[in-house]
């Protein structure tokens, strides 16, 4: 660490000699390639943390920066291969859940986004599912309910079932219902007793 902070050059030669002696320094791999990162040699980067994950697969840290580094080369559908390795590692952390939906909706697989985002739902806490990670899940049942609303038949690259008919619409309300209480709550406000964004959602929301 601290060679980096004076020549990120320097430390990654210390990386890769310590490497040679060692392959098996999973410490010093994640640093060579947090280096990497650095010097925006992203397609070095994204090489290595793959042999990385086929060393140590049940690195979990390293699965999400190889989904986070795909995502960021519009690589979405490897970015979901690798979000899946995490949640097979972690299947009952909904912050990853989470993620896996958003990049589903991201890449446009409405289906599977909204797969997940009920997945999401389900994995919070009853108490969670008004806070942060519980209304950006049901924001995106509602985007993804109001798409499918307005374009039924969307292809999937997944293939998954879109949900359709009443199931569809039912979620789309249940949807509208949670994020209004959750933006009509006091709840988590601000010191003037008003919810950030309330104003703004409840005018997307049509109330």
């Known amino acids: ?10 430390a990654l030669e210390y990386y890769e ?3 040679e002696n060692d392959e098996t320094n999973a410490a010093i791999w994640k ?36 989904a986070d580094l795909y995502a960021s080369l519009n690589l979405y559908t490897r970015s979901l291969q ?18 896996f939906a958003e990049t589903a909706y991201t890449a446009n697989d ?34 993804c309910t109001s798409h499918l609303s307005r374009t039924p038949n969307l292809p999937s690259e997944s293939n998954t079932p879109p949900v359709q008919g009443k199931n569809l619409s039912a979620l789309e309300v ?14 988590n406000t601000k010191q003037d007793g008003k919810v950030p964004g309330r104003k703004e959602v409840l005018k997307w929301l049509g109330q």
């Open 31 to 66: 640093r060579l390639i947090a280096v990497l990162r650095q010097q925006n040699k992203t397609e070095r980067c994204v090489k290595e943390l793959v042999t990385f994950l086929d060393t140590f697969y049940s690195d979990l840290e390293g699965w999400l920066e190889l």
């Open 174 to 187: 249940l949807a509208t219902e949670r994020l209004s209480s959750a933006y009509s709550s006091t709840a």
């Open 82 to 99: 690798a979000l899946s390795h995490a949640l097979l590692l972690a299947p009952q952390n909904p912050f990853h859940a989470l993620r």
């Open 17 to 19: 000699h310590t490497l």
């Open 110 to 143: 409405i289906p599977l986004a909204l797969c997940y985002y009920l997945r999401t739902i389900e994995l919070i806490d009853s108490e969670e599912d008004g806070k942060e990670t519980g209304r950006r899940a049901w924001f995106g049942v509602k985007l």
């Open 1 to 10: 660490m601290r060679i980096e902070a004076k020549d990120l050059g320097l």
